[in-house]
């Protein structure tokens, strides 16, 4: 036996609810394919992901229809996912204004997923249109292979300039050393040469103070 459990209601949106705790993983389902009647799903929480990710890549925010749970164990037995509409932000100001009819101004786009076992979520039904224009975020939607292809030759371009001037200010480091190096050697050689000169004056000094106290 089973019982419906409504939908939960905030503000004049359908609020999405939270998912249980587990790994999100798909069985059969590609991330990159559109969902269709018989795709299976390895839990309720890896249907939920894919059809948000479907969402983020097509144009939409999706929120959730139904919930059904087992009368046995009060576990969830089917969800049904769709889209939220239009967001009020993007709506005409004509149509902000007027309070929503979600019977008459709701999107028909949906997907519904029964367990039919442990372990075994199936699609049952999914109704692709929307009666109302996708808007895709820039910053949420997913990079075509063509921008994807184009941004990595971005980055390897980049990657081979910064290689290049690293490469050249290692260069310069090291004749900047060797210049270092360089100079440290003739300097040393001229201190060198000043200590030589020094002991000769003092040999010289010497011999001088030595012949005076002879003499005397």
Known sequence: MTMDVHNLEDNGATRVESSAEGQVSTSEADRTQEPNEGITFESE??????????????GFITRVL???????????????????GIPD?????????QKRDRRRDGCT???LVKREKPGTWVVRKFVRDHNHPLVMPPSKRRP???????????LTTELRTKKRLTAAYREQLLS????????NE???TKVQAVQSILKELEAKRQELSDHIVHHK
């Open 45 to 58: 929480e890896a249907a939920r992901a894919y059809y948000d990710e479907y969402a983020g890549m097509t």
């Open 66 to 84: 139904s919930s059904r749970k087992s009368e046995r164990d009060g576990s969830i037995i089917s969800r049904g996912l769709g889209c939220r």
């Open 89 to 97: 932000n993007q709506r005409p100001v004509s149509l902000v204004n």
């Open 109 to 111: 786009a949906m997907i």
């Open 144 to 154: 075509t292979p063509d921008e994807k292809d184009k941004r990595i030759q971005e």
């Open 176 to 183: 900047l050393m060797k210049d270092v190096e360089s100079h």
């Open 186 to 188: 003739h300097l040393s």
